[in-house]
């Protein structure tokens, strides 16, 4: 079945170390998501691509960073991670349209101390 | 621009009653409109979906959903609750061909005993 996965599922990092996170699907989807979720804000994009070698920024973009080089991974990265990063990050894939849900990963829980 | 708003953060209700979750949207064209669900630790997933037709929709698990374009909502239905249907509950919207949605703050459904 396909599907789409993140890693690590948890991690603790320390302020200012550069942060990676995973994520990988095998729907063959070109729209690829991320988000961030905090308690009162909901759901807040960071940055999506709508296929290899597209990138765009979301509405909480600034100290994070995507690259598409191929259509299954789009790794996040946190150039230097702050104590306000500490969240719950979440992957998504979809086709490419409006008509089409997302899929989502399981979520990563990063604690940046 | 598009926008959703969850009218009630919270919603405790007692197991084998009714319940509404309300969702409103603000878009300038045509939409489509979702409803996904997160249960603990988990990711989201779909639980129904409007895209054309008929205004009334059904999803899994017994819920269903209204689209009212005139009072532009969509709001989210079950007769009879389960202590498994407490969760997060998020209505989204996406009005482009391109599959970026935008995500209300979220509902927490209690189902108590």
């Known amino acids: 079945d396909a599907e789409i996965t993140q890693s690590p599922r948890h991690k603790i990092t320390e302020t200012g170390r550069q942060v990676t996170l995973a994520c990988h699907q095998t729907?063959?989807?070109?729209?690829m998501f991320w988000y961030r979720q905090d308690l009162g804000h909901g759901l807040r994009l960071i940055h999506y691509s709508y296929g290899v070698h597209d990138t765009n920024k979301g509405e909480v973009s600034d100290g994070y960073s995507v690259s598409r080089s191929n259509t299954e991974d789009l790794p996040l990265t946190l150039e230097s991670a702050a104590s306000s990063q500490t969240s719950v990050y979440f992957c998504a894939s979809s086709e490419s349209s409006g008509r089409s849900e997302a899929f989502f990963g399981q979520g990563t829980r990063l604690t940046v101390v | 621009a598009q926008s959703v708003t969850q009218l009630d953060s919270q919603v405790p209700v007692f197991e084998e009653a009714p319940v509404e979750l309300r969702c409103n949207y603000s878009?300038?064209?045509?939409?489509?409109l979702f409803w996904y669900v997160q249960y603990p630790n988990q990711g989201l997933q779909l639980l129904l979906k409007?895209?054309?037709?008929?205004?009334l929709v059904k999803g899994i698990n017994g819920f269903e959903a209204e689209f009212n374009k005139s009072q532009t909502s969509f709001h989210l239905r079950k007769p009879s609750v389960h202590i498994s249907d407490t969760a997060e509950y998020f209505c989204a919207v996406s009005n482009t061909n391109a599959g970026k949605s935008t995500f209300g703050d979220g509902t927490t459904l209690t189902v108590k005993p």
């Open positions: 409007y895209l054309s037709g008929s205004t």
């Open positions: 729907w063959n989807h070109n729209n």
């Open positions: 878009s300038s064209v045509s939409v489509y």
